[in-house]
């Protein structure tokens, strides 16, 4: 039979099961009491013995959620979620707060060397030969359960610390910084989470400081009905520079769990941020049960001159991805770049891009996007760039390209401009194609199989990004896309 | 030795082979001619594998195996090659990678190993400075941008690399100018051998000159018409294909 309809039988038996991850760790937890109230969000501020000044924060942005509306703009349809029916905070009993590695539960470090994330600081990740050293924050549901590298970094005045720690050690850098890129008022889901949210990670990088390592933060879900509202804060002062990876996994549940981070990123004069993600929540099963819903703000300021923020992001898990991380370049001479690999499989649905807001002058941005669309699967590129009134030469240039795996699948592309300068050049550019049957025929009479040729073709097509992840990253990645199509082709 | 018997094939509901008949036997060079729309291209098609080439009744044997009951990869696993006459881009896929992927992907199905990277690129070197062929080219994505030149002596190195029994090129000298031609023939000559069959499909007596094969068959509707040996491309040059239903040029 023609290879279009034997693909069309091959996506319909694509078992999303395989996902490695989906396993659950059977560990006690404490949660809060079920549902959102105004108690839940003091059981939460107290459980971490925050200051008033934070728990007013907390009520501050509960009390303007209830008068919100959830969004229905993005091209994604799911049910109508009963936020009283979830949990909004769970954490391992015997981590009540973050300790040394020594004293972390045996349960929970198996946890991680199960997900090759390396815990002990003489690791270094999992098959990766001569890779530098990675300092990770683990947080696992509601806490983070411990930092690693900490004392090193340290030494070169580097704070990489999750965000409860901080807040208890440093509150003038968090209220100095929290909110100050997404405030409290920005959108539903990041008003959720601002009065609710339980850990994430913390960086600060002194002036002049180049973070001597790579850090990494790797969230795991694993309570049931629990949702994950994490906050990240990373701020690189003058002349700093820091690489920053987020990793993500949760187990196969049949129930969808409800992911709503926030992440702000802050570079003052010269400083450089660049931030990567590789997300792998479960992407519910086959027939579209289960999954991840991933609700994430993710924004950063260039708030000074000449500073440069940089977004790389491999998506491939989570039931539907709803998430745009953005850059405010109000810096002059600043710079944001976009870099995104979004796959869809299953019943996935992506609607993922950024915004890049010129307000200095002499901006640039540049957005590359690679969506690829297999199975029943939707991916949607949505994107604005904007330039103010005094972003005099602002410059973009953007690359949106789709690929299509099958003929059940859809790939949609969005782009909102808007130039209020007339000295501004935005260039934008969008294909979609498929990968031709003449393609796949001329691989496997070279002695490929059909994945093989699939992933040889996927990963040509998305090589410009993979060049802006950190190495060590790469070829984990070149594997996880593999995998994340598996079963796209007969 | 390469068996086709009463092999009947249909695309798209019309049947284009009509019982064709050949024998190939091993370290023999054959060419297939024939007026366009005679099945030439849907016989190599055949041979390696494509979808939606339906094959109706006969069968087609190489070396005792059952070709029709593999599929493309099993089919370049048992020593099977097409040259394609229209070579496909990849976009993003450095040619070198995919040399190596596909050399690797036949060793690995053969039992053979796979060659470790330094041990490729000797190899990879040896071959191509055989055919003429610029390093920098490799560096490029496949076939992206390639002259009709480089795309058909990248065929050729594929050829080379993945060391096959039983070439089969499609209209391989077609868009070449005559220096092109003889780089690729000279390309393919080396690879001749007692071990290697080969079937050079061609409009033209050209590449004849420079391949010189063993026997010379003419494909006309669907079917083997006639059969002979080098001389009958010199006298097809002389005469057309008028006799075999096409009108001369």
């Known amino acids: 039979m023609p290879a279009v309809q034997e693909t069309v039988a091959r996506v319909r038996e694509i078992d999303v099961d395989k996902y490695k991850y989906g396993f659950v760790t059977d560990i006690d937890s404490i949660r809060a009491p079920k549902g959102l109230s105004e108690e839940v969000v003091r059981f939460i501020s107290a459980k971490k013995n925050e200051p008033a000044w934070l728990l007013d924060w907390r009520l501050e942005a509960y009390r303007r959620w209830l008068t919100m509306q959830e969004p229905t703009w993005a091209n994604v349809h799911y049910p109508k979620i009963d936020f009283q029916e979830l949990y909004y905070y769970s954490a391992p009993k015997s981590t009540e707060g973050p300790k040394s590695l020594a004293e972390v539960d045996p349960e929970l470090l198996a946890t991680y060397a199960k997900l090759g994330i390396p815990l002990k600081e003489q690791e270094v990740l999992a098959g990766v030969k001569g890779a530098p050293r990675v300092a990770v924050d683990a947080v696992f549901d509601s806490v983070s359960v411990v930092t690693t590298f900490k004392e090193e970094l340290a030494k070169a005045g580097v704070i990489f610390c999750s965000i409860s720690e901080a807040v208890q050690n440093h509150p003038e850098l968090v209220r100095k910084y929290l909110g100050s890129v997404v405030p409290i008022t920005d959108n539903f889901y990041a008003t959720l989470n601002s009065a609710v949210f339980s850990d994430g990670s913390f960086v600060y990088v002194p002036e002049g400081v180049r973070c001597p390592m790579e850090l990494s933060t790797y969230f795991r879900i694993n309570a049931e009905q629990t949702g994950q509202f994490e906050r990240t804060l990373i701020i690189a002062d003058k002349g700093a520079y820091v690489s920053y990876l987020e990793g993500c996994t949760a187990p196969m549940r049949d129930e969808n769990q409800l992911h709503a981070a926030v992440v702000e990123l802050v570079a003052l004069d010269n400083a450089e941020i660049k931030y990567s993600t590789v997300q792998n929540w479960y992407p519910g099963d086959k027939e579209g049960k289960g999954g991840i819903y991933n609700f ?142 003449d393609q796949l025929f001329y691989c496997l009479s070279r002695g490929l199989s059909a994945e093989e040729a699939v992933a040889l073709i996927v990963n040509g097509f998305v090589r410009d990004v993979l060049q802006h992840l950190p190495m060590e990253f790469m070829a984990e990645t070149q594997k996880l896309i593999s995998i994340s199509l598996e079963g796209s082709v007969g | 030795m390469l068996e086709v018997k009463n092999l009947h094939v249909t695309v798209d509901d019309r049947e284009i082979l009509k019982g064709l008949d050949l024998e190939l036997p091993k370290g023999q060079v054959h060419a297939i001619m024939g007026p366009n729309g005679s099945g030439k291209s849907t016989l190599a098609y055949v041979l390696a594998g494509k979808e939606g080439y339906e094959v109706t009744a006969g069968s087609i044997h190489w070396n005792g195996d059952d070709l029709l009951a593999m599929d493309p990869s099993e089919r370049a696993a048992s020593g099977v090659f097409l040259a394609f006459q229209y070579p496909m881009e990849i976009p993003g896929v450095a040619t070198m990678t995919f040399l190596r992927t596909a050399t690797n992907a036949v060793r690995k199905a053969r039992g053979e190993g796979e060659l470790s990277t330094p041990d490729f690129l000797r190899l990879l070197k040896q071959k191509a400075v055989a055919l003429k062929i610029d390093p920098e080219m490799l560096r490029r994505p496949l076939n992206v941008g390639f002259s009709g030149g480089e795309k058909k002596r990248n065929e050729i190195l594929q050829m080379a690399l993945l060391d096959p029994s039983l070439c089969i090129l499609d209209e391989t000298d077609s868009g070449l100018d005559i220096d092109a031609v003889r780089i690729v023939a000279e390309g393919v000559n080396a690879l001749r051998s007692k071990e290697r069959a080969m079937l050079v499909i061609t409009h033209y007596q050209r590449l004849l000159n420079y391949i010189v094969p063993d026997r010379v068959h003419v494909l006309s509707d669907g079917r083997i018409a006639r059969s002979g040996g080098p001389e009958l491309a010199l006298e097809l040059e002389e005469t057309g294909y008028a006799e075999f239903g096409e009108a001369a040029a």
């Open chain 1, 296 to 437: 994430v703000t993710k924004r950063g300021d260039c708030r000074g001159h000449r500073s440069k923020i940089s977004w790389t992001q491999v998506e491939t898990g989570s039931a539907i991805t709803w998430k745009y991380p953005s850059c405010i370049l109000r810096g002059d001479g600043s710079r944001g770049e976009f870099y995104s690999i979004a796959i869809s499989n299953g019943y996935q649905q992506v609607d993922s891009g950024t915004k890049m807001i010129h307000l200095g002058r002499d901006t640039s941005s540049r957005i590359i996007s690679k969506g690829i669309a297999a199975g029943h699967s939707n991916n949607t590129y949505r994107g604005l760039v904007s330039a103010h009134r005094r972003a005099a030469n602002a410059r973009n240039f953007t690359n949106c390209d789709s690929l299509l795996i099958g003929d059940k699948c859809g790939a949609h592309t969005v782009p909102y401009i808007e130039a209020k300068n007339a000295s501004a050049t935005f260039e934008h550019e969008a294909t979609t194609s498929k990968i031709s049957d």
